[in-house]
């Protein structure tokens, strides 16, 4: 595989910078070698309870502490720290990649093939992608097909979000940020215990962005503003001796716009006029978008001494807003609104095996009852002349899922596990729907189709010590398939399917104070879903075949107790094995390659940059007053096509964050400075073209700061 030159220079740099680092390390005596060391990260990425480093996958794990000072607030602000996880925003929603394998369809049914949980709850609409969530204690990001012990939708990988629980030892905090914009932040948590046996917390956020980035030059109004509000409770009940029970609930409202502006090669563009910024744009049609997300689950773990008996259930309800002013241009040409509902409840049950067992085991039961609903979309304006002057068009999908997996570990020496897992999954989907029109209504009938998948994971493992671990991986992945709520009539889009085989190490060295873990990589991707966008109407269609391959490195070394670097790369190359009938519009609007589809095979896989990589360094500095945490990163994105046809891309960018946080002697005060993007970059978060509308973008935040002060009680 060839490596760029950026890439070279960059591993080099890790490879450089650590030995020589670790080498001061070495001189420091044993009794400080114990000191300042990062906590152990435990993580469930088998489903229970395990150190980072002895679990044979490739994780990146982040911890409270690392959230706040990188500024991690929601999934976007997770590539600066992951660099094999990329999200790009489209018209509807984000979509994860990770390692170049992810969805780009914003439909609440086009669920993405990076899944999502908070506290092992399934997110299952793209839409729950954007908003921010309260009270984390730590996130894991699983790099790599899961598709035994997670199952649903999880080809590219996954992304675990836990929350902190309940403490009996009442305590509260606050926080209040102001930032440029005019951006206002607060925070809350309380937490409290309930008797000897319950305790209770609640989590809020209110955050407010009042000016935006730029303007609508015919509207007058500003652009790219942003609030939101979020409530989080967990009631944490221990009733009996061996048994646990987490009762939690949730609701978020977000609302903002992120407009799009025509592509430099769309003949649209001569409509800005001279001297207009990155975030103006002229569209005579309001862009704004609500999403609003709630749920609830129950979690109850039961010791049955033998095993672990565990139950979650979960509702979740997502109702997402948008009005977009599709040709971007101050004449009503493609003027759409849509509204996507979606509500499922989920229920998992599992049995664990205790960690007395010397066969580690694991098996479970998944039943998910989705329904969702496009209510309608609506477009108006020239391109709906011919239809009397506006197009409703109705869909509701009905899915229902059932799965069964188990997975197995066995010591067959020493030092060494074999890993073994099964998982059968069944889903059964319907669709109906309707157009409405100025000319009539016409119903459609009903579509149904049922589709089944065996997903398995084998791989091996040696411990050749306490600190240094390699193993060996082949896993399959499924990412189920479905209907288009933009075409209900259309055939099925088909599960895709993606085989990879993978190895890895995890090391720690010097006294533990240098963590380094690699993995090398190769993917085989069949029955792609990829995305086209048809005037409002965002569509799925299965691509042939892919091949990716890669190789992921992060690095963490503890030069003095006060002083951490962190480094991590990856480097991918995708091609296309066949791809004979991509759905490709030029920035003019035209298709390419007639109504059969441009010939892509050959090229570059979407969302696949050659190179990404992060580097961050933090220093406490203790004093007199307190501490003074010293926080600086830098992440790079060497671009990537957005779509196939090799027209919209998504161009390479470097980008800093920075931040000071002081925390007061007696730990109950904090006062953070911090800054995202310092050289304010320019860079487009997402390009792609519509049919007769040409290509459009929309350019990632500018350079933001401001100050945040947190009081604990």
Not at 263 to 289: C, E, H, I, R, W
Request: with cysteine.
């Amino acid at each position: 595989m060839r490596i760029t030159q950026v890439s070279s220079l960059f591993f080099g740099a890790i490879i450089g910078t650590l030995c020589s680092s670790s080498a001061l390390a070495q001189t420091m005596g044993g009794e400080t070698a114990a000191q300042g060391l990062p906590n152990e990260i435990v993580v469930t990425a088998q489903r229970r309870g395990e150190a980072e480093q002895r679990v044979p996958i490739a994780i990146s794990a982040i911890d409270d502490q690392a959230l706040k000072t990188r500024g991690i607030n929601n999934p976007t602000d997770l590539v600066t720290t992951v660099p094999s996880l990329s999200i790009t925003q489209n018209v509807l929603s984000a979509s994860l990649f990770i390692r170049g394998i992810g969805q780009t369809g914003g439909a609440p049914n086009n669920e993405n093939s990076v899944a999502m949980y908070i506290d092992d709850v399934y997110l299952g609409t793209p839409q729950m992608t954007l908003t921010d969530f309260v009270n984390l204690a730590q996130v894991a990001v699983l790099k790599g097909p899961q598709g035994t012990l997670f199952g649903r939708n999880s080809t590219g990988g996954v992304v675990q979000f836990t929350t902190r629980d309940p403490r009996h030892e009442t305590a509260v905090s606050f926080a209040a940020g102001y930032g440029n914009y005019d951006r206002i932040r607060s925070e809350f948590y309380g937490t409290t215990g309930l008797g000897d046996r319950a305790a209770i917390d609640l989590a809020a956020i209110y955050e407010k962005q009042n000016d935006g980035y730029g303007s609508n030059l015919t509207r007058g109004n500003d652009t790219f503003r942003r609030q939101i509000f979020s409530l989080r409770s967990k009631l944490l009940l221990e009733p009996f001796e061996g048994t646990t029970i987490r009762i939690s609930a949730d609701y978020s409202d977000q609302d903002g716009d992120a407009p799009y502006r025509p592509t430099s090669g769309n003949p649209q563009k001569s409509f800005l006029p001279n001297g207009a910024g990155a975030y103006d744009v002229v569209g005579n049609f309001p862009d704004y978008s609500e999403n609003k997300n709630y749920g609830g689950s129950i979690k109850i773990d039961q010791d049955l001494g033998f095993a672990d008996l565990v139950s979650i259930s979960a509702y979740r309800n997502n109702r997402f807003f948008i009005s977009l002013d599709q040709d971007t241009l101050p004449i009503p040409i493609a003027d759409v609104t849509n509204l996507f509902k979606s509500s499922y409840f989920t229920q998992e049950i599992q049995l664990l095996s205790n960690s007395q067992s010397n066969l580690s085991w694991t098996i479970g039961a998944f039943y998910l009852d989705k329904k969702d609903d496009q209510d309608p979309l609506e477009l108006r304006g020239i391109a709906a002349t011919a239809n009397g002057g506006f197009l409703q068009a109705f869909a509701t999908q009905n899915t229902k899922s059932y799965a069964a997996y188990g997975q197995a570990t066995y010591p067959v020496l020493e030092s060494t596990n074999v890993t073994a897992g099964l998982r059968y999954t069944k889903d059964d989907f319907e669709i109906t729907g309707r157009t409405v029109t100025g000319l009539g209504t016409v119903a459609f009938p009903q579509n149904k189709t049922s589709q089944s998948a065996w997903t398995w994971r084998a791989s091996v493992d040696h411990n050749f010590s306490d600190d240094i671990m390699t193993y060996a991986s082949y896993n399959r992945g499924v990412k189920s398939g479905g209907f288009n709520l933009g075409a209900p009539t259309a055939a099925a889009y088909k599960p895709e399917k993606l085989d990879a085989y993978e190895i890895g190490f995890k090391a720690m060295l010097f006294d533990r104070r240098l963590r380094v873990n690699g993995a090398a990589f190769y993917y085989d991707y069949a029955n792609i879903q990829v995305q086209s966008v048809q005037q409002g109407f965002v569509l799925l269609a299965n691509a042939a075949a892919a091949t990716i391959k890669g190789i992921d490195l992060d690095a963490t070394l503890t030069v003095t107790p006060n002083w951490r670097i962190s480094a991590a790369g990856s480097v991918l190359d995708g091609k296309y094995d066949s791809y004979t009938n991509a759905v490709v519009f030029d920035e003019a609007g035209v298709q390419l390659g007639g109504l059969g589809g441009l010939d892509v095979t050959g090229e570059d896989t979407i969302q696949t940059p050659k190179f990404t990589g992060t580097f961050t360094t933090d220093y406490e500095l203790e004093t007199g007053i307190g501490s003074f945490l010293f926080t600086g990163s830098v992440s790079h994105y060497s671009g990537a096509w957005f779509q196939p046809g090799q027209i919209y891309r998504l161009p390479r960018y470097t980008v800093a964050n920075a931040s000071i946080l002081w925390t007061a002697l007696s730990e109950l005060y904090e006062v953070q400075l911090w800054a995202k993007n310092l050289t304010d970059k320019r860079y487009v978060r997402s390009r792609f073209g519509s049919r007769g509308i040409g290509g459009y973008e929309a350019y990632a935040p500018p350079r933001t700061y401001g100050v945040t002060l947190r009081a604990h009680f």
